[in-house]
DNA sequence: ACCTCCCAGGTAAGCGCTTTCCTGGGAAAG
DNA sequence: CTTTCCCAGGAAAGCGCTTACCTGGGAGGT
C-alpha cells in the first residue's frame, strides 16, 4: 500500500506539507503544492493508514456495540438506533456479538478497549453472575478512567450511564391485562434464567398475579429464540393443561407459542414482549408490551457520546401495552 | 491508559521483555520475570494498543463486511453466517450499513481500506452505475495490489471471488409457480431499479411469461421494505384489477402485500423471494423463493479468507421454490 | 540599501508497540 | 584458572502518521 512518504516523495513535498494538505489542515499553502499532492494521492490510491492515525493524534473516533447478536431482530432494532446516532457524529461503530457468553462479553470489552474506542454501549442484557460482574466493572472502571465512556442498555451490576426499560412494569402490565381478560390460570415462557431481562419481566408477571389474587403463573423457561419458544409451549400445555394464557417474555418466542398453537386444537391468548417488527404480521396478529427499541438504542449512544457527568444518568423507557388479536377473553 | 512501558517499568524489566512475555513470544524467560510481567499487566488493567501493534506488526487480521443494512432480515442472515467463518477464524469483523446508496459504499470501501483490514465483503446487490462500477473497481483494484483480499455477495461489474444467487433462475421458478397454478394475469413488486438483485429476479419472471405464452407481467417498483411493499401492493390493485398473483422480489415486500390483502376482499396469490425467517410465521404462511442465505455469508467469508486464486472463483448458488399457503390457482 | 518580520515549507520528535541485533555473564570445556 | 559458547535480557530501529518547532528568503519599512 501506498503511504504518505510516497505520496510526498512523489509529489515533491515533505511528508508534513502532504499531512497539512491532506487533513486540510488550517496552516495556508500554496496552490501549486496542494495540486501537486491532490494528484499523487488520486495516482497512488492513497489512503491514509487509520492506525498510524489514531497512533499519532490521540482522538479516538470510533465506537463500540456489543451486543448479544445482531441478527436477533431484538438486537438490530437497538443497533439501528445505536448506528443512527454514532453515523450522524461522523463515527464508525464496531458491532460485536456476544452470544449471551459474559466470558465473550468481557473478552469483547478488552477488544474494544484495545482499540482504542472513544465510547462503548453494552446492549445486552445483564447477567445474574456476580463474578463476572466485578470482572466487568473492573475492566470498565479501568475503561472510563482512562477517558472512555460507556453506556448500558438494561439493568447491569454497575451504576453509570444506563437506559432501563421497564421491565418489571411491562410484565405486570402482561400480566394485568390477561388476568383483567378473566384467565385464571396463565403461563410464562421465560428466557435464560442468568439474565436480569428475565427476572424481572417476570417479576412483573408475578406481582400482576399477586395483585389479582391469583397463584403464581407456571413458568418454563427457554432461549428467547422462536423455536424454543415454540417447544416450550408444547411442553407447557402438556403439563399445565388448564392454562388458557401464555406470556412469553419476548416476541420470538411468542411467534413461536403462535406457530406450535396454530397445530393445535386450542383457544389459547398469547402476549408477546418488545413489539417487534413481525408482531403485526403473524396471525393472529401479536398483543404484546412495547418498548421503543430503535429509540433506546439511540439514547444510550447519546448518553456514551455526551460528556461524562458526574452523577450517573439513569434513563427508564416506559413499556406499553399494544392489544391486537392474540389475546381475548378465556371460553 | 496504562502502556507496555508503564508495565515494564513497573515489573523492572525492559519494554521488550514484556512485550515478549505478554505476546507468549517462543523466545525463554526465566518464571520469575514472567510472574513479574504478569501481576503488572493485571494490576494496571493493561490492554495492549491495538493500533500500535498492527503498525508494528504488519499482519492485518480484522475483516469488512458491507452490507444495504444490517438491522434488514435478509443482511442480518447473510451477516450471521459471515460472522460465523469469521469469528471461528479469530477475525474481528467490522459492519458497515451503506444503506444502498453507492458513494457511501465507496466512502466505506476505502474506510476499511484505511483500517487495513485483511478481507472484505461487499454482501449488497450491485448497482446499474457505471460511473460509481468504475471507481469501485479501481479502489477495489488498488486494495487487492494491496495484498486485501475481496468477495462479493450478487452480481457486481466486477471479475473476482463472488457468491452469486440463482436471482435469473429464482425468478422464473416463481412465474413458473403461478403460471402453473393457472394464473394468466400477474403482476411483479420490484425493488429499486438500479439493483441487479431486481433487474435478474424481474428477467426470470419475465422469461417465465414468455415460456407460458403469457403477456410481460405488470411491474410496479418499491423499495424492498414492508411498508412499500404494502403500499405497491393498493396502488397495484387499483391499476389492475385483473390480476390474480403477485410476486414480490423479496419477502419483506411480500408480507406487506400479505398485510395490504388482509385488509381488502380479494383473494390473491402471494410469492416471495428469500426464505426469510418471518416467511413461515405469516398468515397466510408465504409460498417464496429460498435462498440460503446464512450458508451464503458463511461461503463468501471462506471465499474472501481462502488464499487467493488466480482464477476467479464464482460459486453459483440454487434457488428453491418453497411452497406454503399464499400461493393457490385462481377461483 | 539594509534590517525586520512573516510565513510557506521542512525537520524531527514522538504515538505504543514488535523484533532484530547486540551484550554481558555464567556454564561448559580445556 | 582461562577460554569459548550460549542464552536471557536489553537497546534501538522502525511501522506510518501528526505537529511543534525551526529555517530561509521575500516583502515591507526606514
Redesign the pocket.
Known sequence: ?A???DVARRA??????A??I??G?S????A??RDRVEAAVVDLH?V??AH??L????ERTAVGVIVHDVSDPYFAEITRGLQRVATADGRLVIICNSYRDPARELDYVELLRGHQVAAMVLAGSGYHDPVFARSLRGTLRAYELGGGRVAVIGRHARTGDAVVPDNEPGGYLAGEHLYTLGHREIAVIAGPRNLTTTTDRLAGLRRAARTHRRPPPKVVYADFDRDSGESATAALLAAHPRVTAIAALNDSMAVGALAHLRGVDRRISVIGFDDMPIARDVTPALTTIRLPLSDMGALAMSLALAAPSPEPRVERIPAELIQRESTFPPR
Do not use: F, Q
Open positions: 500500500m503511504t504518505l512518504d515533491g513535498v515533505s511528508t508534513a506539507t499531512s497539512r491532506i487533513n489542515s496552516k495556508p499553502v500554496s501549486a503544492l492513497y491514509p493508514n498510524a492515525r497512533l499519532a493524534r490521540s
